[in-house]
């Protein structure tokens, strides 16, 4: 067996053949001595090639992260070459560096699948993920119901500035932006039905268009929509952050439970605050409808108002109603869970916003379209 050169000075990495297949490793292994770690781990190389090697560690006066990563890659560069390489020796704080410092074993990738294989294996990946998302959004719900329980038990516990604040920033500070996108939104439809009428000669049954279609569905739909994006995102981003700077876990040491402080008062805003807007952003596009029907249909404003009266009852102001708290709700709970799993990163907290908002405005479309069929069966 081959022995690594044997330097006089004790300072300076270097190794040393033993009996036995034993090699002894002296000196420090640090960055300073860069060229003698390099030139002591191509000794311990050349020394595997006749067989097993047990690196004896107790004469390493310092080792640091380079010497610790060199002596790793030399111990894998060695077992792919067929060898075996082992420590002995070690002191406590040499075996937690060189398990820090240890290179990952590449292990076997996934056998190939075919496109329709994996097309199918990716589908039911995302169908697993969508009901573990289900189930940890209803345990969720059944914490904040609990949560709700309490505070209703003691009502002193009731966060009600808490209250007042996020209504304030999701009701209050929202209505002009909902308000004009709405009374956009309601000229625009308001246009389309016109020049569709026309056609027929019905244009006057544009009322009953943007009436039944703005009360029943779109005025709730669109401030849902709005609130996923607007306060949604920032229920997201706010919890979020706290987790980043660990302020929910100081709440849970100091006995505080961040459900009650966090969540109840900002799922309460928005089950307070969405109904209000949604009332809003309806008037808003039934008035951006009837100036577009005086506009281009030269219809008055005593006709409209006449129409619209015919076209509609209290029972689809009701309808769109309704809905709001139920959508104010499921917002809710996916902006606070979603806060709740940021990790400590910016890039986790993007992420987890982005999803918010997304989810949201899935579920929303969702619960719409099943309150729809819902009140279509109960001839609502």
Known sequence: MSTAETLPNPDVAAASALSGGRIALRGRWTVDQGNAVEAAAAGLRRDAASGALIVD???VARLDTLGAWVLERTRAEIEAAGGRLAYAGASPEHR????????????PGPAPRGRLAGFLHDLGVRVVGAGQDLLAGLAFFGEVVTA????????????????????????FRGVPIIVLIS????????QQGIFQLQRFGAQSFVVNLIGLLILRELGVLLTSIMVAGRSGSA????????????????????????????????????????????????LAALAGGGLTAALYGGMTTEAFLARLQVAVSFHHVAVGLIKAPFMALIIGIIATIEGFAVEGSAESL???????????????IVLDGLFAIFFAAIDF
């Open 183 to 190: 009374f956009l939104v309601g000229g625009i439809v308001a």
């Open 57 to 59: 560690l107790t004469g």
């Open 350 to 364: 993007g992420r987890h916003v982005t999803a918010s908002v997304v989810k949201s405005i899935f579920m929303v």
């Open 235 to 282: 229920f997201t981003a706010e919890i979020g952050s706290m987790r980043m700077r660990e302020e929910v876990d100081a709440l849970r040491v100091m006995g505080l439970d961040p459900i009650e402080i966090l969540i109840v008062p900002r799922i309460l805003a928005l089950v307070v605050g969405l109904p209000i807007l949604a009332f809003l952003a309806s």
């Open 96 to 107: 937690i560096l060189l398990k820090e410092v240890r290179l990952p074993t590449a292990e």
């Open 148 to 171: 709700c329980l309490r505070v209703a038990a003691r009502p002193g516990t009731f966060r009600g500035t808490a209250f007042v604040n996020q209504l304030d920033q999701v009701a």
